[in-house]
C-alpha cells in the first residue's frame, strides 16, 4: 500500500486551516496542523514532513493572543537552515507560503531571498494551491511519501567523515539552538544539559555516568533516549552516542566539539546549564 504525503500546515485561521486540509486530502496528502511559530516546530522534531504550507502571521506559542508576521518569517528562516538540501534547483522540502501579508512585491521578494519554494496570496483557490502542491513535489523530485523517506535518509551524515557539535545558543522560545554538522536544531532544556554532559565528558576524554545526569543508581536513564529522538530529524539512521556498561554514556568516534557561546548558555539562568557551559 502507497505511502500518503505528510504536509505540516502552520495557519491560525481555524477555517483556512481546515481548507487546506481538505485540499491537501484531495492530492494524496496527510496534513498535521498547528497555529503557533513553537507548535511548528515541535511537530518537525517529532516527524519527517514532505512540504510545508506556512501562513505568515501565525502565533509565537499556543496561547498567546494574536499573531504576528514576524513569527512566520522566523519560522521559514529557522526552517530554511535545518533543511537547507536541494537538488540543484528546489529544495528537497518545499515550503510554500500562504499569506495575504506576502502580497506586495517586497515582501513577496524577501520570503523567496529566505527559501520559499513559492507564493500564495490570500484569498486563494483550491485548484491553485493543489497545482502548487503538486509541482512543488515535483520539482523536488519525490512522487512518493517512500522517496521523501528515502531523501532524508541519503542526508544522513557519516561519522567516518567526522560530526561537529557546536551551540550557537540562540533562543528559539523554550529552546536552544544548537547545530550538529551541517544542519540545526532546537533543544529544550532537559535534553540540553544531555548534550551538555557529553560534551563536557567529551573535553575530558571519559564517558559520563547517568548518575551525573541526575538518575539514581536503581533507576534507568531515558535522557539519552529523549536525545536519540530529539536529534533523529537531522541525523536520521546514524547515531552518535556510544552506550557503554554500568549506565556509562560517550560520544562515538568521529564526534567532535566546536564553537560555543557559553555567555548564551549562562544567560539561560539555568544552574545546570551554567555549571557545564563554564566546563566546556
Known sequence: MKQRHIALVVEDEKEIAEEL???????????????????ALAELQ??????????????SVG?????????????????????????GTAFWLPVIIVSG???ERDEAVDVMKDGASCVIHKPFESRQVSERLRQALEDSGRETHQQCHESLQTQSPNLK??????????RIGRRTRVTVGAKTIELPDFTLKVLLHLMVAQRKGEPVNKRDMGARDDQGFKGISVLRNELKPI????????SHYHGNYSFKAGVTIGECAV???????????????KLL
Do not use: M, W
Not at 486540509?21 to 507548535?39: F, H, K, M, P, Q
Open 63 to 87: 496561547d498567546s493572543i494574536k499573531g504576528h508576521v514576524e513569527y512566520g518569517k522566523a519560522l521559514l528562516r529557522t526552517i530554511r537552515q535545518r533543511y537547507h538540501d536541494h537538488n
Open 101 to 103: 501579508f506576502a502580497r
Open 21 to 39: 486540509v481538505e485540499i491537501l486530502s484531495s492530492v494524496d496528502c496527510e496534513a498535521v496542523v498547528t497555529d503557533n511559530r513553537e507548535g
Open 161 to 170: 567523515n567526522g560530526i561537529e557539535i557546536a551551540i550557537p545558543g540562540d
Open 235 to 242: 541525523l536520521g539512521s546514524a547515531d552518535i552516542i556510544k
Open 46 to 59: 517529532k516527524k519527517s514532513f514532505c512540504l510545508i504550507l506556512l501562513d505568515l502571521q501565525i502565533k
Open 263 to 277: 555567555d548564551k548558555l549562562l544567560a539561560i539562568g539555568d544552574k545546570t546549564i551554567s555549571d557545564l557551559a
